[in-house]
């Protein structure tokens, strides 16, 4: 997998991406006993489509002034970012090779940005990242910089007032430098979304803060480009709903929200990898003892 | 102190392009100047202060220094975790100031009262606390931890604080301006409420009593140095301070005391581990806590005349 310059590759072969990415997050959870799997599997197509797609960074340049900046607010998905990060060329492969360890940086949060090239935040405390966010791009306009900033929320994470505090101002303050993706996996840590907080008509709801709001399916990859491409030039923040499945991409674990916490056995790692078209032979779990930090 | 602020918020702003102050809707008319002047590095935030908080780190985190400001409480307790994570943690450049600190607004009740905010950042790393006791003091503050670029907290008045000390005084953080020397006891005063501490020592001079009193601003870092030299120079100290006297400015020196195995007669003098029942004016709040002049000079004596 070459793409780490972004030149503007398919569509097909960023699913191919996608499907790597899925498989090294599921692999990595399983040595280094790291959860959250069903939330990271159902935002890596967004992930993809962000660094490979949109946005304007450099790995050999991390902290260029004029880059675009990323946040994961769903800070609990870590282990597809730091995939993405790897793969994208912020920081070699290998690295990830002590993920979980004692003294790694690598584990369930982004770490703070001055520890981790390609960070933009330190997430996991959930409705941090928008307003952070928010504050980058109004800083982008203050000084008359041309960057975008990108944040991929959770839909539970939108139980947090300070998102709706962040949704307000934006909105106020006619932030058009602003995008933000909703990965509505319909699912949080406990229970259905829509059960534990009211949270649909969620299009509705930013659409009623006075966001530019689409909605799309989440794993369609040229469907979240064309909404983008049709709203670039409108003048509020956007936001895309994306429709989404947790635990997208390995059968077993798609919607199931065991998986929210659950850890795959190296049986399990086989079989996911069989169905994101990895040669098992790839799979390498020979000679690693998984990390349990229970 | 707070029109200061706002004066020295205009000035900055002009001077350095990075600076923007965000506001958590306060300030009527306050900052009318600073809109006129520089409208771009104004935001009102409105009444939503964890976003505010957000916000500021992000735009620290790119390129400029913001300002945030609102009434005590809701620029630190309220929004404690932006200041924890967002701020410090990713030491983001981020100057945060609370107006109407301690006992200010005592007529407005419990609410809008601030008595834990040094012993709560105190335990955060990277976050330098600040309390100038006037307006002179404030703006060097304001300046000093502009150029630190390191997250700041600055807690101030509200109006017509008395002027204690030139501002050519006024020493850089961590250190503490000696305004008077004596021999009985040494008074050290934290932010406004070092005004009292001063009528303290004026009343004990009436009665033959030389106290010594030294204004601090920095809570952290504590001013070792004057640490350093009260305990060696005085037998009889006193702390004052607009706070609990649970983990504040008082509790550090005597952590000081203890791990340098110094026995001094010392009171922490601060408010009490309790809310105020009633309202009533700022000096009516101090006299309340036992912290306004009077009850001052009586601790002076009791710390003179205890035996060891």
Redesign the interface.
């Given at each position: 997998m070459a793409l780490n310059q972004a030149s503007s590759p398919s569509f097909t072969e960023l699913q191919a991406l996608a499907r790597l990415i899925r498989f090294r997050t599921v692999r990595t959870s399983h040595l280094s006993g790291t959860p959250h799997l069903g939330s990271c599997l159902s935002c890596i197509d967004l992930l993809v489509y962000f660094y490979w797609r949109v946005m304007h960074v450099n790995p050999a340049s991390p902290k260029d002034?004029l880059r675009d900046?990323f946040i994961l607010s769903k800070g609990h998905a870590a282990p597809a970012l730091f995939q993405v990060l790897a793969e994208r060329g912020f920081f070699p492969l290998r690295e990830l090779d002590h993920y979980g360890e004692d003294g790694s940086i690598f584990g369930e949060h982004p770490p703070?940005?001055?520890h981790l090239a390609g960070i933009?935040?330190?997430t996991g405390?959930l409705?941090?990242g928008?307003?952070?966010?928010?504050?980058?791009?109004?800083?982008?306009?203050?000084?008359g910089l041309n960057y975008k900033v990108y944040v991929v929320l959770g839909d539970g994470e939108c139980n947090e007032?300070?998102v709706w505090?962040?949704a307000?101002?934006a909105a106020?303050?006619k932030v058009a430098n602003l995008t933000i993706a909703v990965d509505y996996n319909k699912w949080q840590a406990t229970g259905r979304s829509n059960d534990v907080l009211a949270l649909a008509p969620l299009a509705d709801k930013w659409r009623s803060f006075g966001w530019c709001v689409s909605e799309v399916d989440g794993h369609d990859l040229k469907q979240i480009d064309e909404e983008i491409n049709a709203h670039a030039c409108d003048e509020r923040p956007k936001a895309i709903i994306a429709h989404t499945i947790k635990g997208r991409g390995v059968s077993f674990m798609e919607d199931d929200n065991n998986w929210h916490y659950r850890i795959p056995t190296r049986e399990e790692v086989y079989r996911a990898a069989e169905e994101l078209d990895i040669a098992s032979a790839s799979v390498d779990l020979e000679g690693r003892m998984p990390i349990s930090h229970g | 102190m707070r029109n200061a602020f706002a004066d020295e918020v205009t000035r900055l702003a002009h001077d350095d392009k990075r600076v923007v102050l965000l506001s958590g809707d306060i300030g009527n008319r306050l900052f009318d100047k600073l809109r006129v002047q520089s409208p771009s590095q104004f935001i009102n935030c409105g009444v939503a202060e964890a976003n505010m908080m957000g916000v500021a780190s992000g735009m620290g985190l790119s390129g400029l220094r913001p300002i945030v400001y609102t009434i005590t409480p809701f620029t630190t307790t309220r929004c404690l975790e932006q200041i924890r994570i967002d701020v410090a943690y990713h030491e983001s450049p981020v100057i945060i100031v609370g107006t109407g600190s301690g006992l200010s607004y005592a007529s407005l009740g419990p609410t809008h009262h601030s008595l834990e905010d040094f012993a709560i950042f105190r335990a955060i790393p990277n976050l330098q606390i600040l309390a100038p006791w006037d307006a002179p003091s404030l703006r060097v503050l304001l300046r000093s931890a502009l150029a630190s670029e390191s997250p700041s907290y600055i807690r101030i008045g509200k109006k017509g604080e008395k002027d204690l000390a030139p501002i050519e005084t006024v020493p850089s953080i961590g250190e503490s301006l000696w305004l008077k020397n004596g021999d009985d006891l040494c008074i050290m005063a934290v932010g406004t409420v070092a005004s009292e501490a001063i009528a303290a020592a004026a009343m004990l001079a009436d009665v033959g009593i030389n106290a010594a009193a030294v204004l601090v601003h920095s809570v952290k870092p504590l001013p070792l140095n004057i640490f350093e030299e009260v305990s060696a120079r005085f037998r009889a100290i006193l702390t004052v301070e607009e706070h609990s006297r649970i983990g504040g400015f008082g509790e550090g020196f005597l952590a000081f005391l203890g791990s340098h195995g110094l026995q001094r007669r010392v009171e922490t003098l601060g408010t009490n581990d309790k809310f105020m029942p009633t309202i009533g004016s700022q000096d009516f709040a101090r006299s309340y806590f036992g912290i306004d002049a009077i009850n001052i000079a009586k601790a002076a004596k009791r710390v003179i005349y205890k035996t060891p």
């Open positions: 002034p900046r703070c940005p001055a933009e935040a330190a405390s409705g941090h928008l307003p952070m966010g928010l504050g980058m791009a109004l800083a982008a306009r203050i000084q007032g300070s505090e962040s307000m101002l106020s303050q | -």
